[in-house]
Nanobody
Framework: QVQLVESGGGLVQAGGSLRLSCAAS????????MGWYRQASGKQRELVAQ???????RYADSVKGRFTISRDNAKNTVYLQMDGLKPEDTVVYYC?????????WGKGTLVTVSS
């Protein structure tokens, strides 16, 4: 059973930074894609950023230039560096991993950005 554990969420002032971490229970080379999604209350979960096993990255337009996704294969961990945070970034962030058409999710970590 794949387990993804997020950490790093919290409260930060607008303009500040946070780094989210997602630790996987197995070698992340096993996954075709890993990424971060976020979901506001009453809204659909949306893609924030993703990175393929080959290192190709993709970002939502709303975070381009502010967020950076990276991976540490030795630690089986994916990171999301979030800079220039805005109050509208306040939501729960979920780690995602995909392999063989299957989606796996972490339990989420809350990011709150105060104005």
């Amino acid at each position: 059973q794949v387990q993804l554990v997020e950490s790093g969420g919290g409260l930060v002032q607008a303009g500040g930074s946070l780094r989210l971490s997602c630790a996987a229970s197995e070698n992340i080379f096993n996954f075709d894609i890993m990424g971060w999604y976020r979901q506001a209350s009453g809204k659909q979960r949306e893609l924030v950023a993703q990175i393929t096993s080959g290192g190709t990255t993709r970002y939502a337009d709303s975070v381009k230039g502010r967020f950076t996704i990276s991976r540490d294969n030795a630690k089986n961990t994916v990171y999301l560096q979030m800079d220039g945070l805005k109050p509208e970034d306040t939501v729960v962030y979920y780690c995602n991993a995909q392999k063989n058409g299957m989606f796996y999710w972490g339990k989420g970590t809350l990011v709150t950005v105060s104005s």
